[in-house]
């Protein structure tokens, strides 16, 4: 079963990082666009960026220069790191990438999801 698994997370000082780390299963045969994706309480989850293949980021305005992510193409991992958190920083963070998977004979590019690792920013 193709699986996203998260790492990282938990209680984070206001001002402080956050690094957070994303394996793929190996029963992947390619991977197109990952990113990373938050929902704070009570609100839509919203993106945090992505990255190609390629290796091009993509960052919303607001958390530019302080978020980057990067990917190891070698062994199907996904990185965040954030600098300068907020309190508004507190949510879930999960994993998200277009995987090209094969089983049964027949290869599927489909969307998946990690399980999404609580981050709370707070003193």
């Known amino acids: 079963q193709v699986q996203l698994v998260e790492s990282g997370g938990g209680l984070v000082q206001p001002g402080g990082s956050l690094r957070l780390s994303c394996a793929a299963s190996r029963n992947i045969v390619s991977i197109d666009i990952m990113a990373w994706y938050r929902q704070a309480p009570g609100k839509q989850r919203e993106a945090v960026g992505s990255?190609?293949?390629?290796?091009?980021?993509y960052y919303p305005k607001s958390l530019e220069g302080r978020t980057t992510i990067s990917r190891t193409n070698a062994d199907n991992t996904l990185h965040l790191q954030m600098t300068n958190l907020e309190p508004a920083g507190t949510g879930v963070y999960y994993c998200n990438a277009r995987l090209l998977t094969f089983s049964g004979g027949s290869s599927n590019w489909d969307e998946y999801w990690g399980q999404g690792p609580q981050v709370t920013v707070s003193s």
């Open positions: 990255i190609a293949t390629s290796g091009r980021t």
